[in-house]
T-cell receptor
Framework: DVKVTQSSRYLVKRTGEKVFLECVQDMDHENMFWYRQDPGLGLRLIYFSYDVKMKEKGDIPEGYSVSREKKERFSLILESASTNQTSMYLC?????????????FGPGTRLTVL | GQSLEQPSEVTAVEGAIVQINCTYQTSGFYGLSWYQQHDGGAPTFLSYNALDGLEETGRFSSFLSRSDSYGYLLLQELQMKDSASYFCAVRNFNKFYFGSGTKLNVKP
């Protein structure tokens, strides 16, 4: 079974803190993604990576950065957390760019910024 | 830019058939995916259509018309466990854009 794990299910941080969300996949997938999910807005792509040290911005990259030093690990960084970054964060991975390219999602991290 | 539209909520009874529509606008199109998400759970992949036509996987089928920028997910023989949110997603090269989701309520 493909497994995508995220470092925390729930996280509470204060405004201005630097926040690290970690994601690990165990299927040697090329692509990894970070989304945030908010009610009524669906999933919105923050960043994705198609190879180690490679990254591309998604739709809403402002206030976020990412790091992919190893193929299996993709980190999302909130440089200075703000209350409008309170959300559910979902990590996903997929094998490649051809064919169905099914994405496998982690369980999510519910982040609250106070 | 990209935009996807799907109904926010649909209600149906156990054993019935329900269709969830998705219309999209995108600058580039590679395919349309469908995902299911139960409350508190992660989205899970259901289907992917790159070409026009119907794809069937058990009780679920997915349809795509590229000329109409339209697709739908068809769920047959509804079961209570099908109560969940369903998202369509457009693939534009190596990016995915999700709709806001359709909450399906299955009643006994």
């Amino acid at each position: 079974d493909v497994k995508v794990t995220q470092s925390s299910r729930y996280l509470v941080k204060r405004t201005g803190e630097k926040v690290f969300l970690e994601c690990v996949q165990d299927m040697d997938h090329e692509n990894m993604f970070w989304y945030r999910q908010d009610p009524g807005l669906g999933l919105r792509l923050i960043y994705f990576s198609y190879d180690v040290k490679m990254k591309e911005k998604g739709d809403i990259p402002e206030g976020y950065s990412v790091s992919r030093e190893k193929k299996e690990r993709f980190s999302l960084i909130l440089e200075s957390a703000s209350t409008n970054q309170t959300s559910m964060y979902l990590c996903a991975s997929s094998y490649g760019l051809a064919g169905e390219d099914e994405q496998f999602f982690g369980p999510g991290t519910r982040l609250t910024v106070l | 830019g990209q935009s996807l539209e799907q109904p926010s909520e649909v209600t149906a009874v156990e054993g019935a058939i329900v269709q969830i529509n998705c219309t999209y606008q995108t600058s580039g199109f590679y395919g349309l995916s469908w995902y299911q998400q139960h409350d508190g759970g992660a989205p899970t992949f259901l289907s992917y259509n790159a070409l026009d036509g119907l794809e069937e996987t058990g009780r679920f089928s997915s349809f795509l018309s590229r000329s109409d920028s339209y697709g739908y997910l068809l769920l047959q023989e509804l079961q209570m466990k099908d109560s969940a949110s369903y998202f369509c997603a457009v693939r534009n090269f190596n990016k995915f854009y999700f709709g806001s989701g359709t909450k399906l309520n299955v009643k006994p």
